[in-house]
């Protein structure tokens, strides 16, 4: 068993389902990889223990088990018909390679989630919102560039 999941079990808390995950495909060697949604720290390939696209998809039910990890979170408020949320999702994914085990990038559908999404003032989407420990640390509304949403993550990391 890799350190990985022995942490992830670790940190999950009582009333957490243990089925809410998203799967995550190793960019190092193809494997595909369950990534629970509160995993709390840097997901690790059980095969060939690269560090994973730290990635998971969450709602109203689970979101409070997704944003509690002390790295920083980026959530993306998102609906499958918003053309400029299709635009930021693959930027999204890099960047969840990138940050792997820095930040999480939690995904949340609003149409699905509407606590969720009136929780963060998901107005208009997407709405990117950063949070450390739950709290909102930045908020970017519109599609952004890789460019952009790096210079805008970088100073939250070096303040940790
Ligand atoms: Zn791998």
Sequence with gaps: MSL???AIGAKS????????????????CGTKNRVPVASSGRPQCA?????LPWLVEAGDADLDAALNTDHLVL?????PWCGPCTMVAPV?????VRYSGKVKVVKVNVDHNPRSSAR???????TLVMTRHGAVVDRIVGAQ???ALVARIE????TR
């Design 4 to 6: 990985a999941i022995v």
């Design 13 to 28: 808390t009582s009333g957490y389902r243990g089925s809410m995950s998203s799967i995550a495909v190793c960019p190092s």
């Design 47 to 51: 095969s060939c223990h690269q560090p």
């Design 75 to 79: 959530i993306d408020l998102w609906a």
């Design 92 to 96: 999204l994914q890099r960047l969840s």
């Design 120 to 126: 963060f003032d998901a107005q208009s989407i997407p």
């Design 145 to 147: 560039g890789e460019a």
């Design 155 to 158: 100073p939250l990391l070096v």
